[in-house]
């Protein structure tokens, strides 16, 4: 990441460091300027995008027969027993 962000900034000094007569135009550096801020804000909203790793939103919960009372979630590998996270019965359905 923080390569990225320094041959950007390198691209940038670059860009505006002193260009020759025949490239020194306004709208040559205004379209090196707007592709240079796109890749910059691209880049922060790539970082700041939501981390859906511990989503268990989607998770199938079941009910084990033998453990009445007993709620567990088999992508998260968990058991709550009325509703607090139970041990003891997360070992005895997963193992």
């Known amino acids: 990441m923080r390569r990225l962000s320094l041959i950007l900034a390198t691209a940038l000094v670059a860009a505006t460091a002193n260009p020759p007569p025949a490239m020194a135009d306004k ?3 205004a379209v090196i300027a707007g592709a240079i801020l796109g890749a910059l804000i691209a880049n922060a909203a790539r970082k700041n995008g939501a981390n859906h ?8 919960a ?4 033998d453990l009445p ?3 567990c979630y088999s992508r998260a590998r968990t058991c709550y027993q009325r509703g607090n996270y139970s041990a003891w019965a997360t070992r005895r359905v997963f193992g």
Not at 62 to 65: C, I, L, R, T, V
């Open 62 to 65: 079941f009910y084990p027969a």
């Open 27 to 29: 709208k040559t550096d």
């Open 53 to 60: 790793r511990f989503d268990y939103s989607t998770d199938t």
């Open 69 to 71: 009372g007993v709620t």
